[in-house]
Each structure stands twice: as structure tokens, then as C-alpha cells.
């Protein structure tokens, strides 16, 4: 089956600091997401890349869908303490219903 | 406006029992997937109701199924419960369609087997 690899799967920030995790598959996805996820929620969507090459912004956040339409990373500049979650990585083949696949997640921890 | 809300918050079952999940969509969306979110791991399609009726299905055992009614509400019904099927259980709304970005996910419903 479809299978989502996300990297690194766990990871500590210091305040200030600027991350990068991505996310490569096995298959072509028409539509790469990022969501965060904390305690107790469901996943919210963080950003949604829709061409090969995009690269989108939303606040501290940068996105880009891989050229081969088959991975995708995710930068956090100036970490912040409240960036402390669960990431995923989903892909969408874009057919009526949007079915997700998702990544199996990076932990993002802060330094003790 | 309410979000998707999802009953009970947690369950515990033991092994063979049934479990029935209850989900709310968002205001005016039509469409409701369920997703299973095993601990550590990220979340794994279950299916997808549409116009009361099952509109795909990922790769889950027949153990698992669901029902929508008429108001676009939904049920996730786990026969003969296994240890593994402990669990996050999440339940996203959207309308059929609309582009993947305007799926919502509810909070979830955390069931342990025993």
C-alpha cells in the first residue's frame, strides 16, 4: 500500500532555532498537506501545496511539493515554544472524496 | 459555529465486545471520513460516507463499519474487538466536492481494548 516516510521522527528545538522535516513517497500525490497536531486534537491543517515546484508560505512556516511529485518538506524559522506538536505530512491523489495518506509523524521537542 | 464533534471522548472495551463511534460534521458539510490513529503513528484512512453510503474504503477488515444518516451525522461500528484496534479514532468532515484543504478533523475518540 501507499506509504508516506517522514524524517526526522523526533527532533528538540531551542527557541530561535529554524527546523526542517520532510516527507518522501512511494507513489505521486496530486495535493501535499502539512498538519500539526497537539494532546488531545485532531490534526490541523498547517499548509496545502497543489503544483510540483510551489513553494508556499504561512507565517513562520515554508512548504514545498517535490519536483517528482513525490516528497515534500516543511521549514519552521524562529522556532518558538509553541511549535512544540506533532507534524504530518498527508498526500491526496485529488479523486472526489479526499482521502488522506498520512506520514507516521516528527515530534518536535524542546531542549531541556 | 460548531466544529466536527465526536462522542464518546474515551472508551474501554474488552477483547469481543462491539463499539459503536458517534460523529457530528461541521455545519454544512456533507461528507465524513473516519481515521484510526494507532499511539505513535500518524492517522490511517478507514472509509468515507457519502449520501449514506460507503464511497471508499481503506485496508480494514470487515470488523469495521459505518453508517451515516440522513443528517450527515455518522456512526463507527468495531465488531469482535482486538487489542490492536486500540486507538485514536477520528472523524473528518468536508463537502464532497471540495478540495482536500477543507477537510476538518474533530478531536477524536480514544478506545482502549482491555
Known amino acids: 500500500g501507499q506509504q508516506l516516510n517522514q524524517s526526522p521522527q523526533s527532533m528538540f528545538i531551542q527557541e530561535g532555532e529554524d527546523v526542517s522535516m520532510n516527507c518522501t513517497s512511494s507513489s505521486i500525490f496530486n495535493t501535499w498537506l502539512w498538519y500539526k497536531q497537539d494532546p488531545g486534537e485532531g490534526p490541523v491543517l498547517l499548509i496545502a501545496l497543489y503544483k510540483a515546484g510551489e513553494l508556499t508560505s504561512n507565517g513562520r512556516l515554508t512548504a514545498q511539493f517535490g519536483i517528482t511529485r513525490k516528497d515534500s518538506f516543511l521549514n519552521i524559522s524562529a522556532s518558538i515554544p509553541s511549535d512544540v506538536g506533532i507534524y504530518f505530512c498527508?498526500?491526496?491523489?485529488?479523486?472526489?472524496?479526499?482521502?488522506?495518506?498520512f506520514g507516521g509523524g516528527t515530534r518536535v521537542l524542546v531542549k531541556p | 459555529d460548531a466544529g466536527v464533534t465526536q462522542s464518546p471522548t474515551h472508551l474501554i472495551k474488552t477483547r469481543g465486545q462491539q463499539v459503536t463511534l458517534r460523529c457530528s460534521p461541521k455545519?454544512?458539510?456533507?461528507?465524513v471520513s473516519w481515521y484510526q490513529q494507532a499511539l505513535g503513528q500518524g492517522p490511517q484512512f478507514i472509509f468515507q460516507?457519502?449520501?449514506?453510503?460507503?464511497?471508499q474504503r481503506g485496508n480494514f477488515p470487515d470488523r469495521f463499519s459505518g453508517h451515516q444518516f440522513p443528517n450527515y451525522s455518522s456512526e463507527l461500528n468495531v465488531n469482535a474487538l482486538l487489542l490492536g484496534d486500540s486507538a485514536l479514532y477520528l472523524c473528518?468532515?468536508?463537502?464532497?466536492?471540495?478540495?482536500?484543504?477543507?477537510?476538518?478533523f474533530g478531536s477524536g475518540t480514544q478506545l482502549s481494548v482491555l
Open positions: 455545519s454544512g458539510h456533507d461528507t
Open positions: 473528518a468532515s468536508s463537502l464532497w466536492r471540495q478540495s482536500v484543504e477543507k477537510l476538518f
Open positions: 460516507y457519502y449520501e449514506e453510503e460507503e464511497r
Open positions: 498527508a498526500g491526496s491523489q485529488g479523486a472526489a472524496g479526499n482521502k488522506l495518506t
